[in-house]
């Protein structure tokens, strides 16, 4: 059971010493050290108005050439979010609908202009079903990202469209509240855009462990599942309680929900060799950690997709 590329998509952000606002120093070591590290293809990336807290060029220059990224928009979304709860995709405030879309044109002139310097370089985009903050309207949320993703599905990208689930607006107190994914299901049928399951944003949904296998045999039954993402959360711990904290595996997060079995599960179901990528997100939770257990972090996230796809 392999995936169709060598390696995994790495969303090491979360853990670099730049999430906590360290120094450029800490930075460039953390970079080097990932780059002696085995199986990865690339990196899953956000972008807010550059690809690296220290620019594009930073980002690219710190980086081994062949890694792809695979560009997610999550982080914006959520930072414009904390600033004005109607900005998304799926937003029914008309305005902050707008604005997002336009988040999403400069998504499109960076990844773009990336793939014209570095062809193949920038191979997906992970976007996002954000409806109006504390809304309960699915319908009009449904609405609202089915003109959302006609606008964005015509304009000429240079990589490919995955929609990343995040747990439903339907589920009491959620952690993002975004689309329900039958709906997304339902606006994406007619576009080749494929779906990402995050087992943490799944299971974060139903509370429970079981609800990432489901997402992901409802994806692959609607001929849309694309990737896989591997995120932990807990129940109690420094990582919250049913947090999306990018909690590592278990042992190494003691609390953590995430094991290799439960990953195993997913990779089985998805059928792993017809997936765009699979990867893991994992954060530091500590701000003064050292490199070394940021780095360790990974590795061991790393380790265990291995393991789980033996």
């Not at 995994?8 to 800490?26: D, L, N, R, T």
């Not at 079903?129 to 319908?139: E, F, Y």
């Not at 339907?170 to 994406?188: C, I, M, W």
Request: hydrophobic share 40%; aromatic share 8%; net charge negative.
């Amino acid at each position: 059971m392999k995936t169709q590329h060598a390696g995994y998509i790495i969303g090491a952000y979360p853990c670099a010493p730049s999430f906590h606002q360290k120094s450029e120093e800490e930075e460039s070591a953390f970079w080097k050290l990932l780059a002696d590290t085995a199986d990865i293809r690339g990196l899953e990336q956000p972008c807010l108005e550059h690809l690296h807290p220290y620019g594009d060029e930073w980002l690219l220059q710190h980086t081994p050439g062949e890694w792809q990224i695979v560009v997610t928009a999550i982080m914006e979304t959520m930072r414009r979010r904390g600033v004005n709860g109607g900005f998304g995709l799926a937003s029914s405030d008309e305005d902050q609908r707008r604005a997002c879309v336009d988040y999403y044109r400069h998504l499109r002139q960076k990844i773009n202009a990336v793939n014209a310097r570095y062809r193949g370089k920038v191979t997906a985009l992970e976007i996002h079903a954000a409806p109006l903050a504390g809304s309960s309207n699915v319908a009009q949320a449904t609405d609202a990202f089915a003109r959302s993703i006609k606008e964005i599905a015509s304009w000429d990208w240079s990589c490919n469209l995955i929609l990343e689930h995040c747990d439903a607006m339907t589920q009491p107190a959620p952690r993002k509240g975004f689309l329900p994914l039958e709906n997304v299901l339902a606006v994406l049928a007619d576009y080749d855009i494929s779906l990402c399951i995050n087992w943490a944003r799944s299971a974060i949904e139903g509370r429970n462990s079981t609800l990432p296998l489901a997402h992901v045999q409802m994806a692959k039954k609607a001929g849309k599942l694309g990737a896989l993402m591997f995120s932990g959360t807990t129940e109690s711990g420094a990582y919250g309680e049913w947090q999306d904290l990018h909690a590592p595996f278990a042992p190494f997060c003691e609390e953590s929900l995430l094991t290799t079995q439960r990953a195993q599960e997913l990779f089985i179901a998805a059928d792993a060799a017809t997936l765009q990528f699979a990867g893991i997100k994992l954060l530091e939770i500590n701000a003064n950690a050292d490199i070394q257990h940021r780095i360790a972090i990974l590795r061991d996230g790393i380790n265990a997709l291995n393991l789980a796809t033996k």
